[in-house]
């Protein structure tokens, strides 16, 4: 479009001067004009490089937007130092080192402007100019969108930046712009950023989507208020705050953010009133470093799409959430390290699949007046140094309502666990905790469990319709290694109802009125506990074997001649040093736990049950008895359920041997959030803690074990050694088909064998090869289709009932 000529109207009062004037340039109107004036511009490009040093009007002709262009080759396009009105004009420009509208001075005015450029900004304000942007639209895919800086200041309303190679909006070195229902999207770097002492901005019900980088960011001492806002399908964080920045969010959505929704760093604070936080993929709220905060009230946090906490508060932070609701989300609120602390007063944490509150490394949190309902756990205090304070809340249908453990020692005061699947509260690995006045319903496991060598103290507590029981206790000393010489826990005027006894005539519910150390409430009431005998008589234990013939039952097994060399040479090594200690000198220390390798169905679990036999006809263990278990036996399905369940499999195997089939199975190697690492840590310091009273064997394939035991040293230096259980050759199937045939009073008959052993070698020995089980699996068939081919016959022999032939033997796949 070629240029076209500019209008001027002049406003002057002086009468020498013309009315109005047609100028072939804009330059040339311009030098013309005088304040007051009015120029219409019209349609056409302009290729000049315009400088507005006085209040006039500069503006389009009536119709389409973007019929008059300045667009210069290089250079800043428009300049403005004065208090002048531009509107309806399109501006571009080209130059990446200058910005396409710079405004210096003044407080001029713009309106219908499109800023269509490839420059470091489309409009830049600096020094003392306010202006006044409405409905101006910036398309700069090479810099920034907006930017205000050097103190400048300015109201933006009803703008848009449609793009950005850089910040959408910066402020920055003591800018103070307003927006007023303005949008940012596709911007490459931050929506909107604020930067540097002094620098601050305020946002009334503006919307920021689609940038790559923080929808708002505010760092360096930098300050921010918005209200009614919209931050939105960001690429990185909803908003950042780092280094002492200070930002107030007051009824803003934060919503679909890949990462973290909110995330403060480096004494930053925020403040967070009725706004709302919802599908993010890491923390709604992650907070770190001592003397970040956050302050929140009326706030929703809700419908996470990843699997980390809502809230994150670490190193030294502070959270704050007062009358708040958190829902449908993986973890509510985690608490890490000294000094880390957080004050929930008032709120909902609801659907939580995993914990409610994680309190760990020193952390602290309080919590008054608040309702947790349908999370797996509701409150775990995890470690040493971890504690706070629970106060009149409320835990209903969870798994466990809180969790106590590893020296944790929190105050929990009146508050109320109802129906849940596994404890009201649960207490291990050393934890403590004071129980005052709570109360624990409709549990469908115990109401308080509180494990060996835990000193909790409970006083005025209550139990009711707890179907395991309303308390269980560890017996006292039950912890080792600490030299503490703990006692167990301290109860005082508690009460249960007991119903779970189910006793014919159980008496009232008895009252413990005296503070006291005791194994376990029921231990209190002779009564009750007398009752509890006599309705579960004792079943009868059956005489042990000796280790003779329980080694000679080992060697009668096809095979596995390796396997019986090791597990002699162990027993040889504890029955000679159960002598040497008779005889009075010191017997070298055997580790009995051991590592089984192999295919399945090569009889690691009937050798496991064999040496556990053997061990109890030592004297080393009291019963040997075998508990098998696997994955799904020792890991919940959400945290604290793992440590439960791994203590209950130890106990059942106490006396015996507890063989925890595919092991590695607890190390899967993506394990991410994987709770089977909470079991083989519990597993761990139950193996240290009980070393006497049970006998471990893992067991698995042999590269999917070295690669457990690679990856879990702490495990493998639990185990003395690693015995490993080969693969049957033909012969020995062949036998193992034998010893069923006579077992089960069949005969192999001529050609049989033959027929076996050519079957055996041309079967596939792929990962589904079953060894002895394939064997066994081989007779049923032959003996299935032995009926099959019987069961035809008018008149049966004792030959025809018995005898299986190679016609008998099963296809080969």
């Not at 001075?105 to 006044?132: N, W």
Request: charged share 25%; glycine share 12%; proline share 4%.
């Amino acid at each position: 479009m070629a240029q076209g000529t500019v209008q001027v109207t002049h406003t002057g009062t002086s009468r020498w001067r013309r009315r109005t004037g047609e100028y072939a340039s804009l330059s040339a109107a311009l030098e013309a004009a005088a304040d007051g004036d009015v120029l219409t511009v019209a349609p056409g490009t302009y290729r000049e490089n315009l400088v507005l040093n006085r209040a006039v009007t500069l503006r389009g002709p009536e119709g389409p937007v973007g019929s008059v262009r300045i667009a210069p080759v290089d250079g800043v396009p428009l300049t403005v130092r004065a208090s002048a009105v531009v509107q309806d004009i399109h501006i571009e420009g080209q130059d990446s080192a200058a910005p396409a509208l710079l405004v210096e001075d003044g407080t001029p005015e713009f309106s219908d402007l499109r800023i269509v450029t490839r420059s470091a900004a489309g409009i830049e304000v600096r020094g003392a100019a306010r202006p006044t942007v409405r409905r101006c639209t910036v398309d700069n895919p090479a810099g920034v969108g907006i930017a205000v800086l050097d103190g400048a200041g300015g109201v933006f309303e009803e703008c848009e930046v449609v793009s950005a190679g850089q910040s959408g909006i910066s402020v920055r070195d003591g800018g103070h712009p307003r927006l007023d229902r303005c949008r940012v999207h596709h911007a490459s770097g931050a929506g909107i950023g604020v930067s540097g002492e002094g620098s601050g901005l305020e946002a009334v019900g503006c919307e920021v989507y689609e940038v790559k980088g923080s929808g708002v960011q505010v760092t360096a001492r930098g300050a921010a208020h918005l209200t009614d806002c919209t931050v939105h399908r960001t690429s990185a964080d909803g908003v950042t705050l780092d280094t002492d920045a200070v930002l107030t969010l007051a009824d803003c959505d934060i919503h679909d953010i890949p990462e973290n929704a909110i995330d403060l760093r480096s004494r930053s604070v925020l403040t967070l009133t009725r706004s709302t936080v919802r599908r993010f993929g890491r923390n709604g709220l992650s907070v770190w470093d001592p003397g970040t905060r956050v302050d929140a009230n009326q706030c929703e946090i809700h419908d996470s799409t990843g699997d980390y906490p809502a809230v994150w508060v670490s190193d030294g932070a502070t959270v704050i959430l007062d009358a708040c609701r958190v829902h449908d989300v993986p973890d509510a609120l985690f608490v890490l390290d000294r000094g880390s602390r957080a004050d929930v007063v008032d709120s909902d944490l609801t659907q939580i699949r995993n914990t409610a509150v994680s309190v760990s490394d020193g952390a602290t949190a309080q919590l008054d007046d608040c309702r947790i309902r349908e999370a797996s756990t509701g409150a775990w205090f995890r470690d040493h140094g971890s504690g706070g304070t629970l106060n009149n809340c409320t835990i209903d249908a969870a798994q466990t309502g809180v969790i106590v453990t590893k020296g944790a020692d929190p105050t929990i005061e009146r508050c109320t666990v109802t129906s849940p699947a596994e404890a009201g509260f649960y207490v291990s690995a050393e934890g403590r905790g004071t129980f005052h006045a709570c109360r624990v319903t409709g549990s469908e496991g115990y109401g308080f469990h509180v494990m060996d060598g835990c000193r909790s103290t409970l006083t005025r507590c209550r139990t009711e319709r707890c179907a395991r029981g309303g308390y269980e206790f560890g017996e006292p000393g039950g912890g080792q290694g600490d030299g503490s010489g703990s006692t167990g826990p301290v109860v005082e005027d508690c009460t249960s109802d007991e119903s779970a006894l189910r006793t014919p005539s159980a008496p009232p519910p008895a009252v413990l009125t005296a503070a006291q150390s005791t194994p376990g409430l029921l231990g209190a009431m002779p009564a009750l506990r007398a009752a509890e005998a006599a309705a579960e008589p004792a079943a009868p234990v059956e005489p042990a074997r000796d280790s003779t013939a329980v080694l000679g039952e080992l060697d009668a097994l096809v095979g596995l001649d390796s396997v019986k060399r090791e597990v002699r040479a162990l027993t040889d090594m504890i029955e000679v040093g159960r002598r040497r200690q008779e005889a009075g000198l010191k017997a070298a220390s055997v580790r009995r736990h051991l590592v089984f390798t192999g295919s399945p169905g090569t009889g690691k679990t009937t050798v496991a049950r064999l040496y556990g036999e053997i061990l109890a006809s030592l004297g080393v263990l009291e019963r040997g008895h075998l508990v098998e278990v696997s994955r799904v036996d020792l890991v919940g399905e959400h945290i604290g359920s793992t440590a439960i369940r791994t203590q209950e499999a130890f106990d059942r195997a106490r006396g015996g041997v507890l063989f925890v089939d595919e092991a590695y199975a607890l190390s899967p190697e993506d394990s991410g959030r994987d709770f089977g690492r909470e079991a083989i840590d519990t597993l761990v310091k139950l193996m240290e803690d009980h070393r006497d009273a049970v006998v471990v064997i893992v067991a698995g394939y042999t590269h999917e074990m070295e690669r457990f035991l690679t990856v879990n040293p702490g495990v493998a230096s639990r185990f003395s050694r690693t015995i490993t259980f080969g693969d049957y050759q033909p012969e020995e199937l062949l036998r193992i088909v034998e010893q069923q045939a006579e077992e089960h009073e069949y005969s192999l008959a001529d050609g049989a064998g033959e027929a076996l052993l050519k079957y055996f070698t041309a079967l596939p020995k792929g990962p589904a090869f079953g060894n002895g089980r394939t064997a066994r699996q081989t007779f049923e068939s032959m003996v299935e289709r032995h009926a099959g081919r019987v069961a035809q016959l008018a008149e049966t022999s004792t030959d025809d009932l018995t005898l299986l032939y190679p016609e008998d033997l099963p296809d080969l796949v």
